[in-house]
């Protein structure tokens, strides 16, 4: 079993890395690589779980995927996957890490972490624990 901290600590060492869709590795990553690489290195998910393929919002698609393999969480914790909604789809993810979220945010062209609060809560669609994680 795997604490909810090791994903926060995994994901705290992709801040910085440069946007880019479709991105997998330190030279880039978008929004949904960023849960990928994360939980790759914490072998949580299988490797079928990234199909690599989806547009520029993976919108119904995101949403169908974490359902497989995940468990939908009544609010956000440590570790969770939050999952945004643009308009009306789920279309943008994140780490919870307590009070903040990480996520790779093209607006700013690089993995982030701020304030999970107003907006942001406002705006999520659902949030999803990973398998094999501990949360508290």
Sequence with gaps: MIEAKQVVDEARRWVGVPFRHIGRDASGIDC?????????????????????????????????????HCVELPRAVPGSIIVIRWL??????????GPNMIHAYEALGKVIEHGY?????????SVWGLPGVRYE
Excluded at 32 to 59: K, N, Q
Excluded at 62 to 68: F, I, N, P, T, Y
Excluded at 117 to 125: A, L, N
């Design 88 to 97: 009306v789809n789920a279309a943008h993810v994140g780490i919870c890490t």
């Design 32 to 68: 949904v690589g960023l849960p990928i690489v994360v939980c790759r290195a914490l072998s949580l998910l299988p490797p079928e779980f990234d199909s690599g393929v989806y547009g520029r919002l993976p919108t119904g698609q995101l949403a169908d995927r974490l359902g497989e």
């Design 117 to 125: 609060r107003g907006r942001w809560v406002r705006i999520t669609h």
